[in-house]
């Protein structure tokens, strides 16, 4: 007697390309749009989400969660300041405390829920996406984002001729990391001006981090590493309460931007 119900390849085939499609085609318009699935902005897409507003992350790689699932050194333990240790209670992650004020958890324990949590919230992923380029509205907005496949940057130049597309948001968040693409984008032309990040000071770089976090430039919200970036502020290694918190800010941040009347 056969297990599974009777289904053909075709079936399968129907399944992935109209799910995907309805999704993108719904998500081409979003409230958010976040660039970045790493720690901030999976914190970000979930806190976001849960207020009810509509979020979409795109994430270059295969998979989601950054540095967060496999920690310093390729060892995937991953640490975290008090008081950040309360995001890893809330998520049911369990942690020890390593020396007074500082957890130590398993990194992918601990990325597995963060994950859960963003899709639990409604915050709807494209991976293998890469960011290319900003949307611009009159005085130079930020509308949305231009995004392409990421296997298209590893094609020779000479074959390649793929264009992008183009998908629209009332607000954008990098949340980028040290790249900061959306941030570097927007000083190629011009707009805005990056330091670059500094040297590694951990009791610093959390707590500036953390306090910078915030929109850069109208319609750009900026969290995580890609803050450091943008002002010039120390790295922190793999430490990841400055991230979580960050992106919690982050979050804060555009919920309160989004609820402001429409800018035209």
């Not at 967060?68 to 008090?82: E, P, S």
């Not at 963060?114 to 494209?126: R, S, T, Y």
């Not at 009791?203 to 010039?232: F, I, Q, R, W």
């Not at 502020?233 to 919690?248: C, D, N």
Request: charged share 20%; hydrophobic share 45%.
């Amino acid at each position: 007697m056969p297990i599974f119900s009777p289904v053909a390849e075709k079936d399968v085939t129907k399944a992935i390309v109209s799910g995907f499609l309805r999704q993108f085609e719904e998500y081409a318009e979003s409230d958010v749009i976040i660039i970045g699935a790493g720690p901030s902005g999976l914190t970000a897409g979930r806190e976001l989400a849960r207020n009810g507003f509509k979020v979409l992350i795109c994430e270059r790689n295969n998979y989601l969660g950054g540095g967060f699932w496999i920690g310093g050194y390729l060892m995937n333990k991953v640490t975290l300041r008090a008081p950040a240790e309360k995001h890893l209670a809330e998520l049911g992650v369990p942690y020890e405390e390593a020396v007074p004020g500082l957890y130590v958890a398993d990194g992918p324990h601990a990325c597995s829920k963060l994950i859960a949590a963003a899709c639990d919230a409604g915050v709807k992923f494209c991976n293998l996406t890469m960011f290319d380029d900003v949307v611009l509205r009159e005085g130079n907005r930020v509308a949305g984002a231009v995004i392409n496949w990421t296997p298209i940057s590893a094609m020779p130049r000479e074959i390649t001729c793929v264009d992008p597309v183009a998908i629209e948001s009332r607000l954008v968040i990098d949340a980028t990391g040290h790249d900061a693409v959306v941030v570097k984008k927007l000083e190629s032309r011009g707009l805005i001006h990056t330091v670059g990040f500094g040297a590694m000071w951990v009791e610093k770089s959390e707590d500036l981090v953390v306090e910078h976090t915030g929109e850069a430039h109208p319609g750009l919200v900026v969290c995580g590493m890609a803050v450091s970036t943008l002002y010039g502020l120390p790295r922190m290694g793999p430490t990841f309460g400055g991230m979580l918190l960050s992106g919690a800010r982050a979050a804060e941040v555009a919920g309160g931007l989004l609820r402001q009347p429409v800018r035209v």
